[in-house]
Nanobody
Framework: VQLQASGGGLVQAGDSLRLSCAAS????????MGWFRQAPGKERELVAR????????SYADSVKGRFTISRDNAKNTVYLQMNSLKPEDTAVYYC???????????????WGQGTQVTVSS
């Protein structure tokens, strides 16, 4: 499985962006998918996660109510809709995924290349 993230950019505080992560491979629809981010000098953090069916999602407290993760298994794509962006959301955003049996242990087997999101104040 290969993952290709896109949609990052430079925006102002309060703006919105939608990130996309296109996956190759027929097993995508069975994977748990997540969006991570890493800001300079900080550890990578899990921002949002979605189960294979899309029925269950979870979010970091810092983005709850502002970010929405979704997926379209027919298009092999997972999305991260980011609203009310803040300067502290500035980071490189990565999509990642893997089989549930691995993700529940904290291991994501597949990673995209990252897309930069910069939010100016």
């Amino acid at each position: 499985v290969q993952l290709q993230a896109s949609g990052g950019g430079l925006v102002q505080a309060g703006d919105s962006l939608r990130l996309s992560c296109a996956a190759s491979g027929r097993t995508f629809s069975t994977y748990i998918m997540g969006w991570f981010r890493q800001a300079p000098g900080k550890e990578r953090e899990l921002v949002a996660r979605i189960t294979w069916s899309g029925s269950t999602t979870s979010y970091a407290d810092s983005v709850k109510g502002r970010f929405t993760i979704s997926r379209d298994n027919a298009k092999n794509t997972v999305y991260l809709q980011m609203n009310s962006l803040k300067p502290e959301d500035t980071a490189v955003y990565y999509c990642a995924g893997g089989p549930p049996v691995r993700v529940v242990t904290g291991v994501y087997d597949y990673w995209g290349q990252g897309t930069q999101v910069t939010v100016s104040s």
